[in-house]
């Protein structure tokens, strides 16, 4: 599975975004998909994961009520909308695929998009 992350950009403090995954095969509906972001010099940081259905969504204390994760696996896309955007929201947005053992961790992703960076000002 590739996947293709856009949709990042500049914005303003208080203003939003919509990022989007695009999945390059008809099995994406078959995973379980995630963003991540990763500030300059911090590690990568869990933002909201999807079941494969989309039936159960998750994200962080951080995000939540600001960020929305959706996907129509119709389309192989997934989507994270984001709302209310501070500069700590800065950062390079990765979406992930596959069969985790845990929605919120990095590890057992096994695919990843290339990245599509966010950047907040003040």
């Known amino acids: 599975v590739q996947l293709q992350a856009s949709g990042g950009g500049l914005v303003q403090a208080g203003g939003s975004l919509r990022l989007s995954c695009s999945a390059s095969?008809?099995?994406?509906?078959?995973?379980?998909m995630a963003w991540f972001r990763q500030a300059p010099g911090k590690e990568r940081e869990f933002v909201a994961a999807?079941?494969?259905?989309?039936?159960?969504?998750y994200s962080p204390d951080s995000v939540k009520g600001r960020f929305t994760i959706s996907r129509d696996n119709a389309k192989n896309t997934m989507y994270l909308q984001m709302n209310n955007l501070t500069p700590e929201d800065t950062a390079v947005y990765y979406c992930?695929?596959?069969?985790?053992?845990?929605?919120?961790?990095?590890?057992?992703?096994?695919?990843w998009g290339q990245g599509t960076l966010v950047t907040v000002s003040s």
């Open positions: 992930a695929a596959g069969p985790p053992a845990d929605l919120g961790s990095v590890a057992g992703y096994e695919y």
């Open positions: 999807s079941t494969w259905s989309g039936g159960s969504t």
């Open positions: 095969r008809r099995t994406f509906s078959r995973y379980d």
